[in-house]
């Protein structure tokens, strides 16, 4: 008999997860996606053309709130968990949710989910949102076209809008943002590997976006999102760790996963991290991955114009996923700020403007920053008032993006600019010359 299934996710593993194994299957049969973490994605339909032969209307994508709902009223036999950066207790409390409501709770094998490649390939992933994992792929993008090797970057997937015009998408130009309607979120991760001077890929069909990249490239370079676990099965497995959340690696879905099957363990940010949570961070790696080559490494801040943090009132701008679903209470911005002496940081809340009032009652532990929220048009112009309303004398952006090229901020500006630094030997770089040289 035909199982009935829904799918939870958050727009990314969700849709690979059916593309992989549910699509086509004629032992499933997928009643609905549920969507949680980014705004608004919900409300959509996964598209006939997308979903295959035993779909011919779609897949409707139904809100998380409404799970046990969809359950009872379609009699579902079987749920899907397919999403990341969750703590393991509230893994367990939606499990309890579906078990509850008479339906198996599944959540599939790392490694049945990930596609081979016909080119090497090289994963960065990481144990939560925030740890500097882009900045990591960057390096190795650098260090292996340095080698003389075509390298293609694919990006975790952050399809928030058409789905049928986004699944497949190539970046090379700034164009490309406009011609793909980037959100700020899809702006940060794709913009700097664009300076760089090399491709990123990403899409929604991720088997498809595969045979494109591998049109372009010697090595892929996969650029993980959230801590979600690789799409594609690595030649070279990085995980990125971040000793200022000491023990989240232990107590977050799927990031203890990606802990437990990496090759490489990079401790970053030990330069701004206590001695005492960097020893943690490794005596945990040590324990449940003794195989894992560690290498300890600097997130190294700078900032365009220090002079004109001294002494001022300064607004700090963060990226909006660390701040919101990654839980981070700081980030390169503050740093910056204490760095380089900032009199004092003005709290946004006072001033916010609408779907930012939202944010904030969603995420009420993200204190006196401003997360860089983008997903929607709404969004960047509240983001753009809250940021112009704010009683500052500077607003410092240590988002990845210059964002005065989508926001007309009437305040003098300073952009944070971060960057990985090898901290100790072996190096990532020597790690990558060893394995691909």
């Not at 309607?181 to 069909?205: L, N």
Request: charge should be negative; hydrophobic fraction near 35%.
């Amino acid at each position: 008999m035909t199982e009935k299934v829904i799918i939870m996710g958050a727009a990314g593993r969700d849709f690979h997860n059916f593309n992989v194994y549910f699509r086509d299957n004629e032992r499933y049969e997928v009643v609905c996606f549920t969507a949680t973490q980014i705004p608004d994605i919900e409300g959509r339909c996964y598209p006939a053309e997308l979903a295959g032969r035993l779909y011919p209307e779609g897949i409707p994508i139904h809100s998380d709130e409404r799970l046990r709902e969809e359950i009872l009223e379609n009699g579902v036999d079987l749920v899907m968990f397919s999403y990341s950066d969750i703590r393991h207790e509230e893994v367990m409390h939606k499990a309890s949710i579906v078990t509850a409501a008479g339906a198996d709770f599944m959540i599939a094998g790392a490694p049945y989910t990930m596609i081979e490649a016909e080119k090497p390939i090289v994963s960065v992933c990481a144990v939560r949102t925030g740890c500097g994992k882009s900045q990591t792929s960057r390096e190795a993008v650098r260090v292996l076209k340095d080698m003389g090797l075509r390298v293609v970057t694919i990006r975790h997937p952050m399809p928030y809008g058409d789905l049928m015009k986004q699944v497949v998408q190539r970046y090379e130009k700034y164009e490309d943002f406009e011609k793909h309607h980037c959100t700020i979120e899809e702006r940060e991760e794709y913009e700097p590997v664009i300076a760089m001077g090399s491709v990123v890929f990403a899409g929604v069909d991720y088997g498809k976006v595969l045979k494109a990249a591998e049109k372009e490239a010697d090595v892929i370079v996969w650029d993980g999102g959230n801590n979600d676990t690789p799409f594609y099965k690595p030649d070279l497995n990085i995980v990125v760790f971040d000793p200022h959340r000491a023990g989240h690696e232990l107590t977050y879905h799927p990031g203890e996963t990606n802990m437990r099957m990496c090759d490489v363990a990079i401790i970053n940010k030990v330069d701004s991290a206590s001695p005492e949570d960097v020893a943690t961070v490794k005596h945990n790696i040590e324990r449940n991955n003794p195989g894992a080559l560690i290498i300890e490494a600097n997130s190294e801040v700078t900032v365009d114009e220090p002079d004109a943090i001294r002494g001022k009132r300064v607004l700090v701008i963060e990226d909006g996923p660390t701040l919101t679903h990654g839980e981070m209470k700081y980030g390169a911005g503050m740093i910056a700020a204490q760095r380089f002496g900032a009199a004092d940081m003005v709290d946004p809340r006072p001033y916010l403007k609408g779907t930012l009032k939202q944010t904030f009652e969603t995420y009420p532990d993200i204190g006196p920053l401003l997360p860089a929220m983008g997903y929607s048009k709404q969004q960047v112009r509240d983001l753009e008032a809250t940021i112009n309303a704010t009683d500052c004398d500077v607003v410092i952006s240590a988002t990845p993006i210059d964002i005065t090229g989508l926001l007309k901020v009437e305040k003098p500006l300073v952009r944070v600019h971060y960057r990985y630094r090898d901290n100790s030997s072996p190096t990532l770089e020597t790690v990558l010359r060893e394995q691909f040289g």
